[in-house]
């Protein structure tokens, strides 16, 4: 009798306990109590694949890529672009060329706003962000505003977060140049809705620049679904290594810009008279890369993929509904970001306490989470606070430590009186 | 339950924090100079009123947490009256309180500000603690521009 294995899924149920054994640094304690990590916004830990992917690297495949004639320089150059292959499925690019690795996400926007930027902008010419970028996706087109006569054009958001898609509406016009949003507000959570963004600055051929790193450890993505033109994560947020990162671009725009760095790697042909210069993404790639850190990253992904982000959205969707009623439960506790679309991060305020000294309390009880502007100072002053408290969360994180965030609310209260 | 906390957060620096006296922007001052902490944007204005080389008065004006509240309250208090040259003997035995400094730093009596003490036990937090004194240090130094501390 022939089995039915149609809708049927094959991949081990979600299991949060199974995960929280994969992160060695979870079972360490702080001040004498269990870590409850809830800073994952601002990098999350590392599950032991990645941490021996990192080691394999360096004790069995290491040498400089693309250089060497010898045996050792072809495996790390296979090990380096099968984690350029796994970013692509990662992404459902369409080609690897339009996969560049940077430092991080912050140097991938200074890339485009330099390459790109030099290239395409004039005085006059407007540049589209929101009030809730990072500031990674504020400094840089301030730079290349000054240097271009360029204008920032900054898209509001309402009491709650979201973006006010009117505003933006309104905004995209034969003046705008490009679009640079965030997919995830870092400091609110806010889940912006980037389909409409693209569609509307595509009416325009505006190309978009979507911030992922807050989307990308949290929900699938796919470019050629987004039609997104350029998209930036970080390694060290979706469980990988710091210092590593990803620029997609659509592989005619990227053609189409100047290098950003010169160096060894992005050369074809090099006199004093003219160089030429590599094909994509090698263009982009000057000198000797992280080669561990690029082959940590692919193996953050092996991981991702092998839970299912399908399953970590959901188990993360859980704990922000749960995490938001518990803290709606706390005296005198304000949210700050409550979109209705928001990916699970929990940031608040608490009358008359400063969030320095709940962080500081917190601390004391092995909960770790951020306080303060978290590089989005124009979000802070929008709702004119100094800073907040964010609780940001994880595929390792449970409900039971959820109730520890609360109890060490309940403790900054007895202190604060 | 001794983590500390309680040696941080104690009732006179609660009570500092809550009610901080000299608060305020003053109308006139001779030195003024604002300390700036870019990693929490924590901020803090100092005013001055020297004569013949004395702190005459003292007021501030600042967006904190409880611990640079509170030392900034109790700053004011303590350098009023006090010659520039104390004022600053004061701040350098105070810096070796907060940072935890074993070393024997002469200078005026630190009286209430020894609460803050138990500041020393938690590195991350110096800086606020020093933030208005750094402001001050500013403006006895007549710098006009930002302090800042990180």
Redesign the interface.
């Given at each position: 009798m022939a089995t039915k294995l149609e809708n049927t899924d094959l991949r081990p149920a979600f299991d949060v306990e199974r995960i929280r054994q994969d992160f060695p640094i979870l079972s360490e304690k702080v001040y004498g109590k269990p870590l409850v990590y809830l800073d994952n916004g601002a990098s999350a830990q590392k599950p032991r694949a990645v941490i021996d992917a990192i080691s394999a690297v360096y004790e069995t495949e290491y040498a400089n890529v693309h250089r060497g004639v010898h045996y050792m320089s072809q495996m790390a150059t296979d090990a380096m672009e099968d984690a350029r292959e796994k970013v692509r499925t990662f992404i459902n690019a369409r080609d690897i060329r339009e996969v560049i690795f940077v430092r991080g996400a912050t140097e991938g926007i200074n890339l485009v706003a330099s390459s790109w930027g030099r290239k395409n902008l004039s005085a006059g010419d407007e540049i589209i962000l929101s009030v809730m970028e990072h500031h990674s996706n504020i400094v840089p087109w301030q730079l290349i505003a000054e240097q271009t006569g360029a204008l920032l054009k900054v898209v509001p958001i309402s009491d709650n977060g979201s973006l006010d898609m009117d505003a933006y509406a309104e905004m995209v016009c034969a003046k705008t140049k490009i679009v640079a949003i965030t997919h995830i507000s870092n400091s609110l959570g806010t889940i912006t809705p980037v389909d409409e963004i693209i569609r509307i600055a595509h009416e325009k051929d505006v190309p978009v620049l979507l911030d992922g790193c807050q989307a990308a450890p949290h929900m699938e993505l796919d470019m050629q679904a987004l039609d997104v033109d350029f998209y930036v994560f970080s390694g060290h947020k979706i469980y990988g290594p710091s210092g590593i990162g990803v620029l997609y671009g659509k592989e005619k725009l990227l053609d189409a810009m100047p290098p950003y760095h010169g160096g060894g790697e992005m050369i074809d042909v090099v006199t004093f008279e003219k160089t030429t210069y590599a094909d994509l993404p090698f263009k982009f790639e000057a000198g000797t890369p992280h080669i561990s850190g690029i082959i940590g990253m692919g193996g953050a992904i092996d991981y991702i993929n092998m839970v299912g982000i399908d399953k970590v959205a959901a188990h993360e969707q859980d704990l922000l509904e749960y995490g938001t009623s518990r803290l709606c439960g706390v005296n005198s506790l304000k949210l700050i970001g409550t979109a209705p679309q928001k990916a699970a991060i929990l940031s608040f305020v608490m009358e008359k306490i400063h969030p320095h000294d709940v962080g500081t309390i917190l601390d004391r009880e092995g909960v770790a989470v951020r306080t303060g502007h978290h590089c989005a100072q124009p979000v802070m002053d929008r709702y004119d606070i100094a800073a907040t408290i964010r609780a940001s969360i994880g595929m390792y994180n449970t409900r039971e430590e959820i109730d520890l965030l609360v109890a060490g609310l309940e403790r900054v209260q007895e202190i604060f009186g | 339950m001794n983590?500390?906390?309680?040696d941080?957060?104690q009732e006179v620096i609660?009570d500092h924090s809550?009610n901080p006296r000299n608060f305020g922007p003053a109308e006139e001052a001779d030195l003024t100079a604002q300390g700036n902490n870019p990693?929490?944007?924590?901020r803090v204005t100092i005013f001055l009123k020297i004569d013949d080389d004395m702190i005459s008065a003292a007021q501030f004006d600042a967006?904190?947490?409880?611990?640079s509240l509170a030392s900034a309250s109790m700053m004011t208090e303590m350098i009023k009256g006090k010659s520039i040259e104390e004022a600053m003997a004061l701040f350098r035995k105070f810096l070796a309180l907060v940072t935890g400094e074993n070393s024997v730093v002469s200078g005026p009596d630190l009286a209430e500000l020894t609460t803050l003490s138990g500041v020393s036990n938690?590195p991350?937090?110096v800086k606020?603690a020093t933030l208005a004194w750094h402001a001050m240090v500013g403006a006895l130094n007549g710098i006009d521009e930002d302090v800042k501390t990180e």
């Open positions: - | 983590d500390g906390l309680t941080l957060y609660l809550r990693l929490c944007g924590d967006r904190g947490c409880a611990i938690f991350t937090r606020c």
